[in-house]
């Protein structure tokens, strides 16, 4: 059998436990991991290595073999709609529909399904909310996520070290776990801050691809030009594309213009689907055996299984079936998915991620007791924080229209077919000097506010040909048809609000819950922070453009958000109205000992209960960093130094 078949072989034993067996109840194991993204994903990997049997759970499928969505960087936007893996959430920016019409992103449903965009209520339709994708599959949303790697604030750390008392998350300690996760390809070995023998791979797109396109070139020297004026120069674009931005020194500080780390294995994406994965084939030809990883795909867990009269957890009840979560656009409204039950010996985790955690802590009793009661829910554990805290970034775009087309993804047909000669060079060349050995945006420029809080950076304006300004469906299929356009889509990090919350609808674990943001004024801190730093950072951007047209004699007609929005007034109600997020975290936080609304303490273990762990973006008190998975991947390998040590 060659190595490829014994793979493959031993990947579809992984994979298929006991299909189709009603009541089907699986024993033997030490950890239960519910989830398999880059929180959940390292941490069963680890947890095997260190000689125990793990038990994954992993609502979704495995297609990433076989799915250029997946594998080709370029395509992380057609991966966010790839109906093979894509969960779906609808969720609110504002408490009222009012405000939340004010965005023509905000979407309607007919009775037969069809979604239909605003501005405006067509009749016989009822809101349906703003998208929010998310992904089903080995190695979670890091299959269709935009491959940025930013190593996160030191603060996050300290942060979480002063609030716990636990030393163990300061910031020189979770340095190390970077370290222990990242394969630095774009480095020669020894860069410091940096790991050469982890699980993730990193990289970036040679220079060489964009700089090529003149108009391209003309609009980065134009960024260099307009950073260097605010910051002091940063040498000629060659230099600053050749900086490494998580090795800089002072990097929370450090601005300018940047070429951007991605999570990619020389030309393709890196994620932890392939650590899982790999791990729990390499033990399975162990011989003897030690640890070992079963992965149960399309299997979504629906309750925390506790021993009677107690707060120790068990193992999981769960359901098989393919597309059975309503996140899912094809699951089916009558019941459906076969039960079963699993146990462990140790302890179970949940790593369902920002909405599903919370969603099956309070399906399991864990949550506010109100809450659960009026569903019907018996209360475990009465948790009032569990499904509050919700976070996440504001971004918004400014995008223009150039004289010409971009030649850098000339004759490309982002995989309309095998023969697209764009994909045939990345699939021929296997090299990150090919057009979709990238994300698609060349350039991140860290910035600072004049207001901002710390003396931290708090912004970060990204650049890339073609169109985006936020998610709709189909909005991955939009870009193509605007070659002429750029845009500069900026993030503002630190952001103050934490009133969002994740509500159960239904105890159906099949449902989705109501996921309501409470962005800026409707939610709490100090939003006019936030308001005016984004309003800083799209002027920035406008910023470039106006440099651009001085240096090229060229026009630059703006298109979004256009005619209108000239003042500060203006643009500030344009980005109270348009923001979008798409870093949702906090749901289940750690807290210090006295905090009523703390779900976790410092090692993960959920208040109230024994054998009860939570590892994903839900465990952050305040969210951390620019792009979220990073610390997420750092808190995965904290966890499993936790739990093994324990």
């Not at 969002?500 to 801190?525: A, E, K, M």
């Not at 997020?581 to 024994?610: E, N, Q």
């Amino acid at each position: 059998m060659t190595g490829l078949l014994r793979i493959l072989a031993s990947i579809a034993i992984f994979f298929n436990l006991s299909r189709n067996v009603e009541g089907v109840q699986l024993n033997g194991y030490d950890y239960i991991v519910v989830g398999s993204g880059p929180g959940g994903g390292p941490l069963a990997a680890r947890l095997g290595l260190a000689g125990n049997k793990v038990l994954v759970i992993e609502a979704g499928g495995d297609i990433a073999p076989t799915d250029w969505n997946i594998s080709v960087p370029y395509f992380n936007s057609k991966a966010s709609e790839d109906p093979q893996i894509s969960w779906d959430f609808y969720v609110n920016h504002y408490p009222t529909e009012a405000e939340n019409a004010k965005d023509s992103k905000f979407l309607y449903q007919f009775p037969n399904g069809t979604l239909v965009q605003g501005p405006g209520q067509p009749a016989n339709s009822t809101p349906k909310g703003f998208l929010y994708p998310r992904t089903a599959a080995i190695g979670g949303c890091v299959n269709h996520n935009a491959l940025i790697m930013m190593y996160p604030y030191a603060d996050d750390w300290s942060n979480l070290e002063s609030t716990t008392g636990d030393t163990t998350w300061n910031p020189d300690k979770m340095s190390t776990y970077f370290e222990r996760f990242e394969n630095c390809q774009y480095l020669s070995p020894g860069a410091s801050r940096h790991g050469f023998n982890g699980w993730l791979s990193t990289n970036r797109v040679d220079e060489s691809v964009f700089l090529g396109d003149a108009q391209v070139l003309d609009m980065l020297e134009a960024g260099l030009e307009v950073s260097a004026q605010q910051v002091g120069p940063n040498g000629n674009l060659t230099e600053a594309l050749q900086r490494d931005l998580n090795g800089v020194r002072n990097y929370e500080t450090h601005q300018g213009l940047f070429n951007t780390p991605l999570n990619m294995d020389q030309y393709k994406r890196s994620s932890p689907r392939d650590f899982l994965v790999n791990t729990a084939q390499s033990l399975s030809t162990q011989d003897p055996v030690r640890g070992k990883i079963d992965i149960r795909t399309n299997c979504l867990a629906t309750k925390v299984l506790f021993a009677p009269n107690s707060t120790r957890a068990i193992g999981v009840s769960f359901l098989d079936g393919q597309s059975l979560y309503r996140a899912d656009a094809r699951a089916g409204a009558t019941p459906g998915g076969v039960p079963g039950t699993a146990y462990a010996d140790k302890e179970v985790i949940i790593s369902g991620g920002t909405f599903n955690t919370p969603q099956l802590l309070k399906l399991s009793g864990v949550g506010p007791a109100v809450e659960l009661e009026k569903l019907g829910i018996p209360v475990v554990v009465d948790l009032p924080g569990v499904g509050q805290n919700l976070q996440d970034r504001y971004e918004n775009s400014i995008i223009v229209n150039l004289e010409n087309p971009f030649s850098v993804f000339k004759n490309c047909t982002s995989g309309a077919s095998a023969s697209d000669p764009c994909l045939v060079e990345w699939n021929t060349l296997k090299s990150n000097k090919t057009k979709y050995a990238t994300n698609g945006r060349p350039v991140l420029i860290p910035q600072r506010s004049s207001g901002a809080l710390t003396a931290s950076n708090d912004l970060v304006v990204t650049g890339r040909p073609g169109y985006f300004a936020g998610y709709f469906p189909g909005y991955s299929k939009i870009g193509s048809k605007f070659p002429n356009s750029w845009t500069w889509p900026v993030l503002k990090a630190r952001t103050q609000n934490r009133a969002g919350n994740v509500t159960l609808v239904t105890n159906d674990p099949r449902d989705v819950p109501s996921i309501n943001f409470n962005y800026f004024d409707s939610g709490s801190g100090d939003f006019n922070y936030d308001l005016s730093a984004t309003v800083e950072g799209l002027q920035f951007a406008r910023d470039i453009i106006q440099q651009y047209v001085k240096d090229t004699n060229q026009t630059a007609t703006e298109i979004i958000p256009g005619p209108g929005y000239e003042t500060e007034a203006e643009l500030t109600e344009w980005v109270k109205d348009t923001s979008w997020g798409h870093h949702a975290c906090c749901t289940a936080k750690i807290g210090a000992d006295d905090d009523s609304m703390a779900v976790l303490d410092s090692k993960f273990r959920v208040r109230g209960t024994t054998g009860l762990r939570v590892v994903d973006a839900s465990v952050f008190p305040r969210i951390p960093g620019y792009y979220i998975q990073t610390p997420i991947y750092m808190i995965s390998e904290k966890a499993a130094d936790v739990i093994i040590g324990s």
